[in-house]
């Protein structure tokens, strides 16, 4: 079945979690307007258009939404956002560059935030109606929709895994999880 990927992204009425929990983590030493943003795989760009609003210098991409590839790759970023993106992808390898095509774009010394469904998830989901669940081995679950979208649900092992394989092999203790399946990944300066 085709995925219909940007059919996941939601509208947002205020700053997704991900995004409120890293700004209250990160250090804010420069005025905002300094502090370059972006967000890759950003849907319909509320959490852009939010940072705007809030003063930083805020930029997204996504394959559907947006046609501005070439400028978002011109530059580096001070923060760069995969917020509910990797669990959308279907394709384990595509998954893993996305993870690499991100850190990519984060200047040294900068940050990455990731935010993906969370395993956990899958229990307090189980007594709603909800598609078929499907057990893709002793990681994880997922589900396909009729409208051919796909959810995946990580556990802590196989995200860390995943970040750890994209940036080189940083190792896990460069990441820090801020809740479960949202992490913020620093480059070394
Ligand atoms: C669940 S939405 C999340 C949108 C937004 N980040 C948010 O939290 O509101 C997932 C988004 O990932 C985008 N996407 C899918 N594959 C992608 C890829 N390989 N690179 C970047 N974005 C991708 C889809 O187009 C979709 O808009």
Not at 31 to 54: F, K
Not at 99 to 116: I, T, Y
Not at 140 to 164: A, P, V
Request: proline share 5%.
């Amino acid at each position: 079945m085709e995925n219909k990927s940007h059919l996941t992204a939601i509208k947002r009425n205020r700053l997704s979690k991900p995004w409120a929990l890293a700004l209250a983590y990160l250090p804010n030493e420069c005025p905002r307007a300094q502090v370059m943003v972006l967000d890759y795989g950003c849907g319909r760009g509320d959490d852009r258009e939010r940072l705007t609003q809030m003063g930083y210098d805020a930029y997204g991409y996504d394959p559907h939404y947006t046609v501005n590839e070439h400028s978002i790759h011109d530059r580096i970023y001070d923060i760069v956002s995969l917020v509910y993106v990797l669990n959308v992808i279907q394709n384990p390898q595509e998954r893993l560059e996305t993870l690499q095509k991100g850190w990519s774009l984060v200047r040294p010394g900068g940050h990455l935030l990731v935010a993906v469904r969370h395993a956990k998830e899958v229990v307090s989901a189980s007594g709603k109606k909800e598609p078929p669940w499907e057990r893709l081995d002793e990681s994880g679950w997922c589900y396909r929709t009729s409208r051919g979208t796909y959810q995946k649900f990580f556990n802590n092992h196989e995200i860390e895994y995943l970040m750890d394989n994209a940036t080189d092999h940083l190792g896990e203790g460069h990441f820090s999880r801020l809740k479960p399946g949202i992490y913020i990944i620093k480059k070394e300066d």
